[in-house]
Nanobody
Framework: QVQLVESGGGLVQAGDSLSLSCTAS????????MGWFRQAPGKEREFLVT????????DYADSVKGRFTISRDNAKNTLYLQMNSLKPDDTAVYYC???????????????WGQGTQVTVSS
């Protein structure tokens, strides 16, 4: 099992940047593929990006491609999401997730953090 804790959310203005962190603990977190998702009020959870554990390759949703960047530091068991050029539409609760699969895509994640709120004002 893996436990995930997100941090770094907050209130920012449109155009600002924000970096989220997700610290993992448990059984060999570095062998899990990781992803970031978000959920805005009244909307379904939205996939943002995945990073495959084997080679570090990534896939981004079109909505964040070019603005958001995922990275991980296996020595610190920490996943990051650097968010630039934030828009009010980026307002949501942001979640990190872990998957034991090499290529989990948008769905196959077994472990979730509690989420961190990001609010972007116009």
């Amino acid at each position: 099992q893996v436990q995930l804790v997100e941090s770094g959310g907050g209130l920012v203005q449109a155009g600002d940047s924000l970096s989220l962190s997700c610290t993992a603990s448990g059984r060999r977190p570095s062998t899990y593929s990781m992803g970031w998702f978000r959920q805005a009020p009244g909307k379904e959870r939205e996939f943002l990006v995945t990073m495959r554990w084997a080679d570090g390759s990534t896939d981004y949703a079109d909505s964040v491609k070019g603005r958001f960047t995922i990275s991980r530091d296996n020595a610190k068991n920490t996943l990051y999401l650097q968010m630039n050029s934030l828009k009010p539409d980026d307002t949501a609760v942001y979640y990190c997730a872990a998957s034991p699969y090499s290529d989990p895509g948008h769905r196959d994640y077994d472990y979730w953090g509690q989420g961190t709120q990001v609010t972007v004002s116009s």
